[in-house]
């Protein structure tokens, strides 16, 4: 990742800083809408303690894009978990398209073409 994509992902989470749990929020809402079977894998998680979860992940990967070493552990951690849980590499798909409709809600007319690109 070069540095003006860097600096876009971080001023864009910078921006929806005061609203992470909204952009929590509009991911999850966005997700089991386009993809009904991951509702299930939510069936029994308690989803206040689960978007908490979601910004915290996040947001270290944000404030660690120049140290992706120290990110290797804790994203891999995550994979597996949530190869345990019964996601599908094609189900990342979904969830990018998810994210970028949660940033892009937050953000308005900011998450331009270039936002998205560096997300």
Avoid: C
């Avoid at 991911?27 to 009904?36: A, C, G, K, T, V």
């Avoid at 894998?41 to 910004?55: C, D, E, G, H, P």
């Avoid at 660690?64 to 552990?73: A, K, S, V, Y």
């Amino acid at each position: 990742m070069n540095a003006e994509r860097k600096r876009l992902v971080l001023e864009s989470w910078e921006a929806i800083g005061r609203n992470h749990d909204g952009v929590a929020v509009a991911f999850y809402d966005r997700l089991f809408e386009i993809d009904s079977g991951a509702r299930a894998l939510f069936a029994k998680t308690n989803m206040v303690a689960q978007r908490a979860k979601f910004v915290q992940m996040l947001g270290d990967i944000v404030r660690n894009l120049d140290l992706p070493r120290e990110l290797i552990p804790t994203v891999s951690a995550l994979g597996r978990r949530h190869v345990d849980y019964g996601v599908r590499d094609a189900d990342y798909d979904r969830v990018r398209e998810a994210l970028f409709a949660a940033v892009a809600a937050e953000l308005g007319a900011g998450f331009t073409d270039e936002v998205r690109d560096a997300w």
